[in-house]
């Protein structure tokens, strides 16, 4: 048998179960084979032949950054400011957006930039196709959601289902590949409908932004409000629901109706919903990516976190992209969730669990990561071996937990996907002279 590395830390936050004082992670290949406190594992490991890692801080699963577009990682400046809303937002995006970019520069900054800071697996959503193979060429984990907008149902009748076929087949995998419906605003009812039905054809998952605007209520119940007098204006006019009035549905119930919430699907935001839609949700087992501080930068209201909490519904983390967030950071977006759920009322104890929950293993699950043969988001026997490692001041696991949650880091010391070790601060410090 080859040799296994032993990692060791001061503490180890499983997800899969308690924290631990003094504990190791056993990686072989690119598997965990063991997870204990360090006098467990080492009495467990025999005579085997070991390599032994010690690291002084938290030792965790790779983070999973349910929903972001790293393609936009050069356009920062957008992100960087504040805007009154998701319009002003939008006008500021699409004057940057259309002059020329580096797209796969920008998305392996964003790759760069995410293991750096703890992650392992991303929901990366691609717009343009010179940006697709970024996460493949890095070995970061994952899912590739080719990203689908702009459709009529006329001009999807003539070739659009084959042309989404053929953009989803240029990206490279591994890792898996997804579509991506943009937005209810975006697609015209009938290309939404057979997007979730070619996504069950294929075997593949989807990935939807849903409810991140006040504007999607009106549009899609009435056909009316700015969102839709704006589409009109742009010539959109034709699209079914500006068409007939609406559907008389809340945007969750629109997209039940069509077939597009199960599973396979995730969402991403899900501010603006209410106890009836997030019961649907749950009832469809759908997670939800939540990304408080890009809708803060937008202007939108935060996103129901102590209202998901109390009522069960599965949830993960999200920066989204650097044009609508400070940073690719997943834990400042944990830390945030933190402020904004004490903030709504939320008072349990086990908050900072479920909040570091939903940034590995929820996050996992939103994107089909959690299963076998080799599950992620957890560190226990038989999963994946996806690894970070955090600096903390504190000297016991429970206190280790709560600074990571309620303080984040600004950066990981060491990032391993599928026992692969793809970020390491000490040889960084090196390499860069420091």
């Known amino acids: 048998m080859t040799a296994v590395t032993v990692h060791r830390a001061r503490a180890v936050l499983p997800v899969a179960g308690p924290p631990l004082a003094d504990g190791a992670v056993v990686v072989h290949g690119d598997r965990i084979v063991d997870v204990g406190t360090h006098d467990e594992v080492t009495a467990r490991l025999g005579d085997a032949r070991v390599d032994r890692v010690e690291w002084d801080g938290v030792l965790t699963p790779g ?3 349910a929903h972001t577009h790293l393609q936009y990682t050069h356009m920062a400046e957008v ?15 699409m004057a940057l957006y259309e002059r020329e970019h580096d797209w796969l520069g920008s998305a392996a900054e964003g790759v760069w ?50 042309t989404v076929l053929d953009q ?7 890792p898996p590949t997804g579509i991506s419906p943009h937005a209810i605003y975006s697609l015209d009812t009938s290309v939404i409908r057979d997007l979730a039905r070619l996504a069950r054809e294929l075997g593949v998952r989807s990935h939807i932004h849903a409810a991140e605007s006040a504007w999607e209520d009106a549009y899609v ?17 034709e699209f079914a629901l500006l068409q007939g009035g609406g559907s008389g549905k809340s945007v969750m119930g629109y997209l039940d109706g069509l077939g597009a919430l199960g599973p396979t ?5 899900g501010i603006y919903v209410d106890a009836d839609d ?49 940073s690719l950071n997943v834990l400042d977006d944990v830390v945030e969730l933190h402020r904004l759920a004490r903030a709504q009322g939320y008072t349990d104890d086990d908050l900072h669990a479920r909040l570091f929950a939903a940034a590995t293993a929820g996050g996992a699950r939103a994107l089909g990561l959690d299963i076998d043969p080799a599950p992620a988001g957890t560190l226990a026997p038989g999963a994946r071996a996806d690894l970070a490692v955090f600096p903390v001041a504190a000297t ?39």
């Open 63 to 65: 983070l999973v950054n």
């Open 79 to 93: 992100g960087q400011a504040t805007h009154r809303g998701f319009e002003t937002w939008m006008q500021a995006f």
């Open 113 to 162: 930039l995410s293991l750096r800071s703890g992650t392992s697996a991303v929901a990366e959503i691609v717009t343009d196709p010179d940006a697709g193979s970024a996460v493949h060429d890095a070995g970061l984990s994952g899912v590739v959601f080719w990203e689908v907008l702009g459709w009529t149902d006329a001009a999807w009748a003539d070739g659009g289902r084959a």
């Open 168 to 174: 989803l087949r240029s990206l490279p995998s591994p």
């Open 221 to 237: 119940r009435t056909g009316t409000g700015e969102l839709a007098d704006r589409w009109r204006a742009n010539g959109r006019g």
């Open 265 to 269: 699907t995730h969402l991403a935001h």
């Open 278 to 326: 997030r019961r649907l949700l749950r009832e469809r087992g759908v997670s939800v990516a939540l990304c408080p501080r890009s809708n803060a930068v937008i202007g939108l209201e935060p996103p129901p976190i102590a209202d998901y909490l109390r009522e069960g519904n599965p949830i993960a983390v999200g920066t989204d992209s650097l044009s609508s967030s400070p």
């Open 396 to 434: 016991t696991p429970g206190d280790a937990l709560a600074e990571l949650v309620e303080s984040g880091a600004s950066e990981a010391l060491a990032t391993l996907v599928g026992g692969r070790m793809l970020w390491n601060a000490d040889s960084a410090k090196e390499n860069a002279g420091v």
